[in-house]
């Protein structure tokens, strides 16, 4: 009986450690198709940082397709894109107090729903595909227009660009651009 269960502790011990593996190794190739990257935007004492992985388009379909419209998407891929302020932001006339946040969004043609939710660090998405947030958590909504445009970006794009006392976070993939205006003063 000793060495049985001895085996079986043994046995378990390396299942496991094949598992931890198998699931490393799976997360890293699957990185190397969306590399991480972190953007970050600083003006006076204001600090601005997002973490985020970028898909590639590889000739896909992407808005509608690839990425469904109508359909909660976690920005990006693999983990749930992270969005973080040292200081309140001000969206729309909203306020979004300063701290860490995912960044989740609802595409469409003509306009983006852009959430920030105070849950982070989780796989973007569910093993039933569904995106993996908690609605009760969003702590800030806003609708933004979508730009069509002829010049492709291959790979998905997060961008900060300064306007006077205010700045734009600017999505860019495929043929589309999203601007999310917002001030901190």
């Given at each position: 009986?000793k060495?049985?269960?001895i085996?079986f502790?043994?046995?378990?011990a390396?299942?496991?450690a094949?598992?931890?593996?198998v699931?490393y190794?799976r997360?890293?190739q ?6 991480e990257?972190?953007?970050?935007f ?8 997002v973490f985020y992985n ?7 379909e992407i ?5 469904p419209f ?5 920005t ?7 969005f973080?302020?040292n200081k309140?932001l001000?969206?729309?006339g909203?306020t979004?107090?300063?701290g860490?946040?995912s960044?989740?969004?609802?595409p469409?043609k003509?306009?983006w729903?852009v959430?920030l939710?105070?849950?982070?660090g989780q796989?973007?998405?569910k093993s039933?595909?569904?995106a993996n947030?908690?609605p009760?958590?969003d702590?800030?909504?806003?609708d933004v227009?979508v ?10 794009t997060?961008a900060?660009?300064?306007v ?8 860019m ?5 999203v ?7």
């Open positions: 009986m060495k049985f269960v085996f502790g043994a046995a378990l390396i299942v496991l094949l598992a931890w593996t699931q190794f997360k890293k699957t990185k190397s198709f969306s590399p990257e972190t953007v970050s600083t003006q006076g004492d204001l600090k601005i940082r970028r898909p590639f388009k590889k000739g896909r808005f509608g397709a690839l990425v109508e359909k909660v998407w976690r990006g891929a693999n983990e749930a894109s992270t973080e302020t309140d001000h969206f729309e909203k979004l107090r300063k860490k946040y960044l989740w969004t609802i469409r003509e306009t729903t959430i939710n105070s849950q982070y796989w973007g998405i039933d595909g569904e947030r908690d009760q958590r702590v800030l909504s806003i227009p730009l069509m445009q002829d010049q492709e970006f291959e790979q998905f997060i900060f660009e300064p006077d006392d205010e700045a734009e976070m600017v999505f993939w495929d043929k589309t651009i601007s999310v205006p917002f001030s901190f003063k």
